[in-house]
């Protein structure tokens, strides 16, 4: 047994691990497993961690354990982050789309009860579609790029902090874009369109490596037998990120709120006003990181294991053959053990358990080939729920403002499902696995979107102009009204619906994005994860032109009908893989720190001194 180690064993509280992974510094790890208990002979011990008996996994009451703190800061680096994003994120459709206000003052804001929409570019339905969805394209396909260089060459936490840099120059030239004189001059799109992209790439490098840099910190490698208030509980590495996780995505959401005063800053006093909130509030960012980079474990770049993958992919179809792709036994046939079972020489530089990480990887991206049409349903098909708040009645309220109950509605339910309804399911030992998970998220955000169609349709039946609601305003004589019947607050229910969706989609993807990867390819694997929403965003771009009158009820309906029929292929797809025991592919060697390097440099010198001194200096140090 490893007594070195002060991971707790059976005695030890789940406290005692977060202790652990505080402390000044970390152990030196084993690699390998030792068999033997502190209490009996029947359990295995993996470096000082009582490994659990099969009848104990299937009957102890599983526990998330307690995480270092490195994590909850992380976190908060992901709010500041993401509250600039989505800060400016909730105006862009109207800036792009409206015309500034003929009663403002110039800088997108309308007169003071106005019933008109904020705006600036007035570059109508269309253009408003296709930049904000090339816009989010781009930050969802170039972290492939990023994450994959991360993981190579750089180290996730590097490129997370040129990220920062980026974005910090962007929201600089997206603040001088909203100037008044600027706006007023007709020449603001230039700089906003380089803001824009720039804001776009600077997200794409800081987003892919967040989430696993925070996963990373997790001291839970293995499930392990504990004690906790006298009982025999088990430490789940599954439910540990979890519980991470959802406090990461609840401070995502919580960021994603301050779309609220952003909308009315735009509306009531302009966007240069809008834009500058998010950037005094990114400033958190430096001094934030520049505290945790000695704190932080960091995996370093180990080069890609992306060639040995292709390797791997090589030899399965070379002999199980292309009809065998995605069947039992498939990936046997890339095993070295099966290989050289076979009579083969050749020399591998992977063994067995890479091919099946690799199996596991792409059972992963299977998985996240069905988020795009879920991603659509969750918000509507480009500008389509824009232009929808734009024909209804909202009583001078900013036609954007209920979009932020998104992350609202999040903020609310996080807590909920992690104090309460999470811990009380593993109390009565039910497991509520990640497909299991994932398909119910699929089929309430469906349920949800329905919602969108049959608002579209009312608005519709009662606007004064008919089909043509989204662009009355121009038809109808002055002082007309120009908006539908149909209260703006009926919106907020498909959009609470739907975003509590993504509570069980977006938080379980994350986990299994980086357990189901190689060590060496977490950034890239949770890159694609990301990537799934560029290609909804590709989809809203291929399909701008049909977003606008009189086709608006099926920019909505279309998606929700397919992904109702999803919901049902992705559930009989993946739901065994919720028989499979979660596996973290990193060990407790990675847990490293740079501080570590520092207190075993100090420890070392004062040996060194204590060495090299006179024999009345050592005596009198004794003596102290």
């Known amino acids: 047994m490893d007594t070195g180690t002060s991971i707790p064993t059976l005695r030890a509280s789940i406290g005692e691990v977060r202790q652990s992974s505080e402390g000044k510094s970390l152990p030196a790890y084993r690699n390998e497993a030792v068999t033997g208990a502190p209490d009996d002979d029947v359990h295995e011990t993996y470096h000082g961690l009582v490994i659990p008996t099969e009848e104990e996994r299937s009957t102890l009451r599983r526990v998330a354990g307690k995480m270092p703190s490195t994590c909850y800061y992380l976190c908060a680096v992901e709010f500041a982050e993401r509250a600039s994003y989505y800060g ?21 804001a309308t007169a003071p009860g106005s019933k008109s929409t904020a705006g600036a570019l007035g570059k109508g339905t269309v253009t408003a579609t296709a ?19 991360a993981d190579t060459k750089y180290g996730r936490f590097k490129m997370i902090c040129w990220g920062v840099a980026v974005c910090g120059v962007a929201h600089v030239i997206m603040i001088i874009s909203a100037l008044p004189p600027v706006l007023q001059s007709g020449n603001a799109i230039g700089p906003f369109a380089l803001s824009l992209y720039m804001l776009s790439i600077g997200a794409a490098q800081f987003k892919p490596n967040i989430s696993p840099t925070i996963m990373d910190q997790s001291p839970h490698k293995v499930a392990h037998v504990i004690t906790e208030n006298g009982e025999k509980v088990i430490v789940d590495p599954e439910e540990s990120l979890t519980s991470v996780m959802l406090w990461f995505y609840l401070l995502i959401n919580i960021g994603a709120c301050f779309g609220i005063p952003t909308t009315y800053l735009a509306k009531i006093v302009g966007y240069w006003a809008a834009y500058l909130i998010p950037t005094i509030l990114y400033l958190m960012l430096p001094p934030l990181l520049w505290y945790l980079n000695p704190r932080l474990v960091k995996q370093p770049p180990g080069g890609s294991d992306l060639g040995n993958v292709f390797k791997v992919l090589g030899d399965c179809l070379r002999h199980g053959g292309i009809k065998s792709f995605g069947r039992k036994g498939f990936w046997e046939h890339g095993k070295p053990s099966v290989r050289a079972a076979a009579g083969s020489t050749k020399v591998y530089h992977y063994d067995d358990q890479f091919v099946e990480d690799v199996r596991r990887t792409f059972q992963a991206c299977g998985i996240f080939i069905f988020q795009p049409i879920f991603q659509i349903n969750d918000g509507g098909l480009g500008a389509a729920a824009n232009a929808l708040t734009a024909s209804m009645e909202t009583n001078g309220l900013p036609n954007d403002l209920l979009d932020n109950l998104n992350s609202v509605s999040i903020v609310v339910m996080v807590p909920f499902m992690n104090h309460i309804v999470y811990p009380l399911l593993l109390r009565f030992g039910i497991k509520w696995g990640a497909i299991s998970r994932m398909t119910f998220g699929f089929a309430v955000c469906t349920i949800g979107s329905i919602g969108f169609s049959v608002l579209q349709y009312y608005v519709y039946q009662t606007s004064p102009c008919g089909y043509n609601a989204t662009t009355c305003d121009g038809r109808l004589p002055e002082g007309v009204n120009p908006l539908s019947t149909v209260s703006y607050s009926l919106y907020s229910i498909p959009i609470i619906i739907t975003a509590i969706s993504e509570i069980f989609i977006n938080v379980t993807a994350y986990g299994i994005a980086y357990s189901r990867s190689p060590k060496n390819m977490k950034g890239l694997v949770a890159s694609i994860n990301l990537f799934m929403v560029a290609i909804s965003a590709a989809i809203g771009l291929a399909t701008a032109p049909a977003i606008q009158d009189p086709y608006l009820i099926w920019a909505f309906a279309g998606p929700t009908i397919v992904g109702a029929v999803l919901t049902v292929v992705f559930w009989f797809t993946f739901r065994h893989l919720d028989k499979e025991e979660f596996v973290i592919n990193t060990d407790f060697q990675d847990m490293k720190r740079d501080s570590d390097d520092s207190d075993a440099e100090n420890n070392q010198a004062r040996e060194d001194k204590l060495l090299t001194s006179p024999v009345d200096e050592k005596i009198a140090v004794k003596s102290d």
Do not use: S
């Open 88 to 108: 400016c994120n909730q105006v862009y459709k109207n800036f792009i789309r409206a015309k500034l206000p003929a009663d403002g003052n110039g800088a997108g």
């Open 131 to 149: 930049m904000t969805e090339a816009f989010k394209f781009l930050a969802y396909a170039l972290p492939v790029y990023f994450g994959w260089l």
